[in-house]
Antibody
Framework: EVQLVESGGGLVQPGGSLRLSCVAS?????????????MHWVRQAPGKGLVWVSR????????SFADSVKGRFTVSRDNAKNTVYLQMSSLRVEDTAVYFC???????????WGQGTLVTVSS | QTMVTQEPSFSVSPGGTVTLTCGLS?????????PSWYQQTPGQAPRTLIH???TRSSGVPARFSGSIVGNKAALTITGAQADDESDYYC??????????FGGGTKLTVV
């Protein structure tokens, strides 16, 4: 069974920083391992829709970000630990959301989802 | 900036058929946008239903199907059931390592 477990969410003041982690398990099947998967971060503000945030290649060699977080967020991964990270800085009130870690999937889509971790930016 | 559009809400009777659409504020949706669909019930993480326009993810019932209809991607539910009452999101690949979700459709089965 594939499991993605996010952690690191919490309450932070505007302008602060936070690092989210996502540990994956159960991805070793069909000849694939964690390092074969793109990994994405998607967020959802309270009562709002899904917003794509970031993607990182399986080997970590390329990253991309939504315009709303570009220059403030970075993404990285440690394939030896089956873990992906989202480093968030210069946080704004509008970054308040549940952040989901998601695997990439064939056809430029999303596959397996974590349960999410809540980030609240407030003074 | 191009936006992805979805109906805000839709209603279907139990056993009925409903088609939700996913369009672009400028232009047409095609297979090369790799449309995908996600289902989310309140308080839960989303679930992947469809990728690459029409390929169902493992375990997704056959009553869910994806297609291109006119200039939009479409998700059709044939024989809707009560537990299909959810929010449905489409997502398009916009190129250059960027993806965009639609605003979501709240489906009521009544």
């Amino acid at each position: 069974e594939v499991q993605l477990v996010e952690s690191g969410g919490g309450l932070v003041q505007p302008g602060g920083s936070l690092r989210l982690s996502c540990v994956a398990s159960g991805l070793n099947f069909n000849g694939l391992t964690f390092s074969n998967y793109f990994m994405h971060w998607v967020r959802q503000a309270p009562g709002k829709g899904l917003v794509w945030v970031s993607r990182i290649f399986g080997d970590g060699s390329d990253t991309s970000f939504a315009d709303s977080v570009k220059g403030r967020f970075t993404v990285s991964r440690d394939n030896a630990k089956n873990t992906v990270y989202l480093q968030m800085s210069s946080l704004r009130v509008e970054d308040t959301a549940v952040y989901f870690c998601v695997t990439g999937f064939p056809g430029y889509s999303l596959g397996y989802w974590g349960q999410g971790t809540l980030v609240t930016v407030s003074s | 900036q191009t936006m992805v559009t979805q109906e805000p809400s839709f209603s279907v009777s139990p056993g009925g058929t409903v088609t939700l659409t996913c369009g672009l504020s400028s232009g047409s949706v095609s297979d090369t946008d790799f449309p995908s669909w996600y289902q989310q019930t309140p308080g839960q993480a989303p679930r992947t239903l469809i990728h690459s326009t029409k390929t169902r993810s493992s375990g997704v019932p056959a009553r869910f199907s994806g297609s291109i209809v006119g200039n939009k991607a479409a998700l059709t539910i044939t024989g809707a059931q009560a537990d299909d009452e959810s929010d449905y999101y489409c997502m398009l690949y916009m190129g250059s390592g960027n993806w965009v979700f639609g605003g979501g459709t709240k489906l009521t089965v009544v």
